[in-house]
Each structure stands twice: as structure tokens, then as C-alpha cells.
């Protein structure tokens, strides 16, 4: 278990407050990231608003960040310890139809299939004065340290400045789409 630094969102319409909270190992097919850079995007504004439909408090949201792999679950082989990666707040697990087709990159195991507040085994890896706090988007990046599952996580290059790479997570590749695809700019 390591203890860290997160953001938590306690209640809607209640601002986050930084606490120590306790980040438990990964279990089975996931994988624990130190957060070195996350973003903040107008939907973690929402989820503090409590705005968001399936979103349990107390939370620790963020959605967009990058960072360093800092330990393995079984079975996981596309990242190692030490790997810089982005954590997804869209899934890709490689294997639905919907991954599998190349105008698609929309996940079955997205959150408008299933919530995303507790990881894919429903329990949660951070504890905070002794509650559960919930993921936000699988991913909740405002912590020093997150578990995420491993087709929430994209190895990048090891020379990629992680305080530039985080915005991929969302912001970029959200703005991107909506005028490649949307506005066909």
C-alpha cells in the first residue's frame, strides 16, 4: 500500500480537498501509475458540481494525466515498472468489435456501458480516514498514484515530456476529433 497525496471530491457542490489517502497494489490485469502531470478538463468541473449521472462520492477525479508505471498486477504484459504511459479515460481493450473496427474507438468497456467508479472487479483501490473513495473514469488522475486496468493504459515514448503528453488523455485528442471528424477542419 502506498500513501499519497489526492484530491478529493467529499461531496457535489463541495470543493476538492488535498489529502493523504492509501493507494492499494494492483490486483490481477491492472496496473498502479505514479501521476508525474494531469490536465484538468471542464468535465472534472461537472463531476464537482455533481452534475455527472453515475458518479459516487466521495471521488478523486482527473482524467487526463501521464506518468510512470510503478508496479504491475498478474498477468499484465503491455507495460513493465519504469514505462511511461497515459491513462485512458476511454478504454481500449483490443477485443470488442467495437476496438476492432478501425471507425471506432469506442470501447464496450467504456463508462456508457458500465460506471467507472470502482475498478472492473467493483472495489476500489484508494481509502481515505478509513473509507472507500471511489475512481473516477477508471482513471483519477488529481492522485499521486492510481490503479487503473491494463486496456486503460498507453505505453509512450520514453523521451515524451509528461507535463506536455498528459492533455492526450482527453483534452487533445477531444478537441482534435471534433474538428478532424466534426467540423472537418
Known amino acids: 500500500v ?15 480537498s488535498v489529502e493523504e489517502v492509501e493507494v492499494a497494489p494492483p490486483k490481477a490485469g491492472e496496473v ?8 484538468i478538463c471542464h468535465t472534472d468541473e461537472h463531476v464537482l458540481k ?7 462520492f466521495p471521488v478523486i477525479p ?16 503491455s507495460v513493465k515498472p519504469g514505462d511511461k504511459v497515459i ?13 476492432q473496427n478501425p471507425e471506432s474507438n469506442f470501447c464496450q468497456k467504456s ?6 467508479n470502482l475498478l472492473p472487479d467493483k472495489t476500489s483501490r484508494f481509502s481515505c ?6 475512481h473516477f473514469l477508471w482513471v483519477s488522475t488529481f492522485a499521486e498514484y492510481t490503479v487503473v486496468p491494463e486496456y486503460t493504459v ?17 483534452g487533445f485528442s477531444t478537441g482534435y476529433g471534433a474538428a478532424i471528424n466534426t467540423a472537418k477542419v
Open 2 to 16: 502506498i500513501r499519497c497525496r489526492a484530491a478529493v471530491a467529499w461531496a457535489p457542490g463541495k470543493p476538492l
Open 154 to 170: 498507453a505505453k509512450i515514448d520514453a523521451a515524451a515530456p509528461l507535463d506536455k503528453v498528459c492533455l492526450f488523455g482527453c
Open 129 to 134: 480516514k478509513g473509507k472507500q473513495i471511489h
Open 87 to 99: 491513462p485512458l479515460c476511454l478504454p481500449q481493450c483490443g477485443e470488442c468489435s467495437f476496438c
Open 50 to 56: 455533481g452534475s455527472l449521472p453515475n458518479v459516487e
Open 32 to 39: 498502479r501509475i505514479k501521476i508525474v502531470a494531469t490536465g
Open 62 to 77: 482527473g482524467h487526463e494525466g501521464a506518468g510512470i508505471v510503478e508496479s504491475i498486477g498478474e498477468g499484465v504484459t
Open 111 to 116: 463508462h456508457f456501458f458500465e460506471p467507472q
